[in-house]
């Protein structure tokens, strides 16, 4: 059976409890101004991860809360970044509110000068209220507080079938340089840019070019970018280790009943993602009003359990409960990871590993 990462995230039963179902905030006078202005522009364009699940959690969520419709694309990539630079060409400003992972804000909006900076229009008491944030503060992806980040949680770029292999014989990244894992290993394709290199650009990063060249030449790896066939590969046993594992994919098969594991190797911090996490607020929006609210109940603890809940994500905010979700991707404390979302990781270290992994292997 194969799944996409679709069918996966819409056919979890995992279940996440609202701290509250719905905005404890409505009553301020900022909010109450803010609620009446977004109303009378009748709605809210919002561009979005690819998936019915939150595209439902989006339009039904936010719809309930304040009687304000949305309209939902199904998008929050690259090409995102295209239709908007057409558009705006065009003299036409359709978008209020753009989400989706770092790249495509950071390097096609934020230098195309089409956001307004996010941390001013966050009132509602429930969003700015530091104690309910990871770590006591907002996040944000970018130094100068424009983009909001909104998610984080642990990875597991390392499963396997314990049918063939056990989690005691990979316990390191080390070990799966040994002869006897020779062919026996399926890997995401180590050339891919954007986010997908956050993966190769750590192993340079850690280990450096011997260790990149022994994994991804010398034993052989079947190389894919088709996530769903990565994990069908493992479920079934035909490659019992995968590097590079898509986490959604393997909840569902060990669903299935499929002996899948992910391990956390120890001789390298464990990774953490931001997935779907950032949140834009575009500049010239036809319903600036109604952007700024939809992005305030989208932080705050309703807006995050619908979002957590479609994608099968951790929310920054603290004060979310959550139940279903697999264990690994809480954080632990004293565990060191490294925070593939990072600014600096983003636009300085991952592009350049990348570089250097392509010359490595000749691509």
Same mark, same amino acid.
């Given at each position: 059976?194969?799944?996409?990462?679709?069918?996966?995230?819409?056919?979890?039963? /995992?279940?996440?409890?609202?701290?509250?179902?719905?905005?404890?905030?409505?009553?301020?006078?900022?909010? $109450?101004?803010?609620?009446?202005?977004?109303?009378? #522009?009748?709605?809210?364009?919002?561009?979005?991860?690819?998936?019915?699940?939150?595209?439902?959690?989006?339009?039904?969520?936010?719809?309930?809360? !304040?009687?304000?419709?949305?309209?939902?694309? @199904?998008?929050?990539?690259?090409?995102?970044?295209?239709r908007?630079? /057409?558009?705006? $060409?065009?003299?036409?400003?359709l978008? *209020?509110? &753009?989400? @989706?992972?770092? *790249?495509?804000?950071? &390097?096609?909006?934020?230098?195309?000068?089409?956001l307004?900076?996010?941390?001013?229009?966050?009132?509602?008491? *429930?969003?700015?209220?530091?104690?309910?944030?990871? %770590?006591?503060?907002?996040? !944000?992806?970018?130094?100068?507080?424009?983009?909001?980040?909104?998610?984080?949680?642990?990875?597991?770029?390392? /499963?396997?079938?314990?049918?063939?292999?056990?989690?005691?014989?990979? @316990?390191?990244?080390?070990a799966?340089?040994?002869?006897?894992?020779?062919?026996?290993?399926?890997?995401?394709?180590?050339?891919?840019?954007?986010?997908? $290199?956050?993966?190769?650009?750590?192993?340079?990063? #850690?280990?450096?070019?011997?260790?990149?060249?022994?994994?991804?030449?010398?034993?052989?790896?079947?190389?894919?970018? %088709?996530?769903?066939?990565?994990?069908?590969?493992?479920?079934?046993?035909?490659?019992p280790?995968?590097?590079?594992? %898509?986490?959604?994919?393997?909840? +569902?098969? +060990?669903?299935?009943?499929?002996?899948?594991?992910?391990?956390?190797?120890? %001789?390298?911090?464990?990774?953490? @993602?931001?997935? &779907?996490?950032?949140?834009?607020?575009?500049?010239?929006?036809?319903?600036?009003?109604?952007?700024?609210?939809?992005?305030?109940?989208?932080?705050?603890?309703?807006? #995050?359990?619908?979002?957590?809940?479609?994608?099968?994500a951790?929310?920054?905010?603290? *004060?979310?409960? !959550?139940?279903?979700?697999?264990?690994?991707?809480?954080?632990?404390?004293?565990?060191?990871?490294?925070?593939?979302?990072?600014?600096? &990781?983003?636009t300085?270290?991952?592009?350049?590993?990348?570089?250097?992994?392509?010359?490595?292997l000749?691509?």
């Amino acid at each position: 059976m194969r799944l996409t990462r679709r069918a996966a995230l819409s056919g979890t039963g /995992a279940a996440l409890v609202a701290a509250t179902a719905r905005p404890a905030f409505g009553q301020t006078q900022t909010m $109450a101004a803010l609620i009446a202005a977004a109303k009378a #522009e009748g709605g809210v364009v919002v561009d979005g991860p690819p998936y019915d699940a939150v595209r439902n959690a989006f339009v039904d969520g936010f719809s309930r809360a !304040y009687g304000i419709p949305v309209s939902y694309i @199904s998008s929050g990539s690259s090409q995102s970044g295209a239709r908007v630079r /057409a558009e705006r $060409a065009a003299g036409k400003y359709l978008l *209020d509110v &753009f989400i @989706s992972g770092p *790249d495509t804000p950071i &390097f096609t909006f934020l230098p195309g000068g089409w956001l307004d900076k996010v941390e001013p229009v966050l009132v509602a008491p *429930d969003v700015i209220d530091k104690r309910k944030w990871k %770590d006591g503060h907002l996040w !944000y992806a970018d130094p100068n507080n424009t983009i909001l980040r909104v998610q984080q949680f642990v990875v597991p770029e390392l /499963a396997i079938n314990t049918k063939y292999v056990h989690p005691r014989d990979v @316990s390191t990244w080390r070990a799966l340089l040994e002869p006897k894992w020779q062919g026996k290993i399926a890997a995401k394709d180590p050339t891919i840019t954007g986010a997908g $290199a956050s993966l190769t650009s750590y192993f340079y990063i #850690e280990f450096g070019p011997e260790f990149v060249k022994g994994l991804y030449v010398n034993q052989k790896p079947t190389l894919t970018r %088709d996530q769903r066939q990565a994990a069908q590969w493992l479920a079934d046993g035909t490659y019992p280790i995968l590097v590079g594992a %898509d986490y959604a994919s393997l909840v +569902q098969f +060990q669903k299935l009943g499929y002996p899948l594991q992910p391990v956390f190797p120890t %001789d390298g911090p464990s990774v953490l @993602s931001g997935g &779907f996490g950032n949140v834009c607020l575009v500049n010239k929006a036809p319903h600036p009003n109604a952007a700024k609210l939809f992005i305030n109940w989208l932080a705050g603890p309703a807006g #995050e359990t619908a979002y957590s809940l479609a994608t099968q994500a951790l929310s920054l905010r603290t *004060d979310l409960k !959550y139940e279903g979700l697999p264990s690994f991707v809480f954080p632990q404390k004293g565990t060191k990871y490294m925070d593939t979302y990072d600014w600096k &990781f983003v636009t300085e270290q991952r592009d350049q590993a990348l570089a250097k992994v392509r010359e490595l292997l000749n691509q």
